[in-house]
Nanobody, 117 residues
Framework: QVQLVESGGGLVQPGGSLKLPCAAS????????MGWFRQAPGKQRELVAR???????NYADSMKGRPTTARDNAKNTVYLQMNSLKPEDAAVYYC???????????WGQGTQVAVSS
């Protein structure tokens, strides 16, 4: 099973930026589709961004171009860059890995992002 560890969360002022890394264990990282999700208190977990093994990306329409995801296969790490942060972006941010063929999905423990002045 893939182990995922997110980091980089914290308190950011409105309008600020964050870059969240998610490190994966194992040697098969290159074949995973990696996703970023977030969950605010009292709300459902929602997709923020996704990147395939080939590097194709898609993003939540509601984010309006603010997130960017990228992967570094040499480091087994996927990144989420969030710009122009708003108070409503405050949430726990999770990454996941989807394993091809089996469609197994593994989740990290999440990293908390707070947006406040």
């Amino acid at each position: 099973q893939v182990q995922l560890v997110e980091s980089g969360g914290g308190l950011v002022q409105p309008g600020g930026s964050l870059k969240l890394p998610c490190a994966a264990s194992g040697s098969a990282f290159t074949i995973y589709t990696m996703g970023w999700f977030r969950q605010a208190p009292g709300k459902q977990r929602e997709l923020v961004a996704r990147i395939t093994s080939g590097g194709s990306t898609n993003y939540a329409d509601s984010m309006k171009g603010r997130p960017t995801t990228a992967r570094d296969n040499a480091k087994n790490t996927v990144y989420l860059q969030m710009n122009s942060l708003k108070p409503e972006d405050a949430a726990v941010y999770y990454c996941n890995a989807k394993v091809p063929i089996t469609d197994q999905v593994c989740w990290g423990q999440g990293t908390q992002v707070a947006v406040s002045s």
